[in-house]
């Protein structure tokens, strides 16, 4: 259970393996306590100790289909799934050592890095949690698609995701909407996979991109449905669009307290939401709790 107020680390080392969608690279990922008010850090084990980069959304890169972060000659690829994860189970302080810099695609859902922090145990650290809690409604929009923060009257975190995909009717419209407690966010959001289409899966592969990834290892569609897999829940690509949301807005560093919906948004405007957010909300919300 997650501690409502004070921070939280994992009890113990734990590690998961796999390659990476993108660079069809080996890579063990390392998950290790960390000490009060430090807050997420991924450490580049293959550069050294000092090569690290907080999971901060100044940090954050622009590059399709993900979430990057750099700092310096640093970069980390493909962060959301883990972040996501660390956020969901109310883990404030941890250290992710990587050594590669693309996180492992795993089943293209958080599961295999709940199921290592799980097993590892969370403890409680006995200093209060920086919180921001949204105050005021804070929308971005691009085009049709957009993404809302409001407040939220039960002092909780919900996620509403709607999802519109017009050019596979397999697809269709689905909304996913939970409220993140670690037991919902493990049974409801975490098991969620990426998903794409064929046509995009082929074009990927043209560029010399996820070679190594197959129609099992995460869900691709055609015309029928995903090939090769079942879903797991009907509307499975709207609860991992939802995913891809937590694991973005865990870039604000601290949590997060608000109602946020999100329509056909991706990567980029949920990082433009969570800086925002930052800007007008966090300065007060961290001064209050020190």
């Not at 939280?8 to 993108?22: H, L, P, S």
């Not at 997420?40 to 622009?62: K, N, Q, W, Y």
């Not at 693309?102 to 199921?115: I, L």
Request: proline fraction near 4%.
């Amino acid at each position: 259970m997650i501690s409502p107020r004070m921070q939280q680390t994992i009890a113990a080392r734990a590690v998961v393996a796999g390659f990476g969608y993108w660079s069809g690279r080996d890579v063990r990922l390392e998950f290790r306590p960390a000490a009060p008010g430090t807050g997420i850090t991924f450490v580049r084990s293959d550069l050294g100790a000092s090569a690290r980069v907080p999971a901060r959304v100044e940090l954050r890169v622009e590059v399709p289909r993900r979430s990057n972060l750099r700092q310096g000659r640093v970069e980390v690829e493909m962060v959301e799934h883990v972040l996501a994860a660390l956020s969901g189970l109310g883990i404030d302080n941890c250290e992710v050592w990587a050594n590669q810099p693309e996180m492992p695609g795993c089943d293209g859902s958080s599961a295999a890095f709940v199921d290592a922090l799980v097993r590892a145990g969370i403890v409680v650290q006995g200093i209060e949690a920086n919180r921001v809690a949204v105050t005021e409604t804070v929308r971005v929009t691009e085009g049709e698609s957009w993404i809302e923060a409001r407040p939220s009257a039960k002092n909780q975190l919900s996620i509403e995701y709607q999802l519109d995909y017009p050019m596979a009717s397999i697809i269709g419209r689905q909304v996913a909407r939970v409220v993140v407690t670690p037991e919902r966010f493990r049974s409801e959001l975490a098991p969620c996979r990426t998903f794409l289409l064929q046509t995009e899966a082929d074009q990927l592969r043209r560029q010399g991109l996820g070679l190594r990834v197959t129609n099992r290892d995460l869900l691709v569609f055609d015309e029928r449905g995903p090939i090769d897999n079942r879903v797991r829940f009907p509307n499975e690509c709207a609860r991992h669009k939802a995913l891809d949301v937590l694991g973005d807005l865990a870039l604000a560093g601290c949590r997060l307290v608000g109602e946020f919906t999100a329509h056909r948004s991706g990567h980029r405007l949920h990082a433009e939401l969570t800086r925002q957010l930052v800007e007008r909300f966090a300065t007060t919300a961290w001064r209050a709790s020190a």
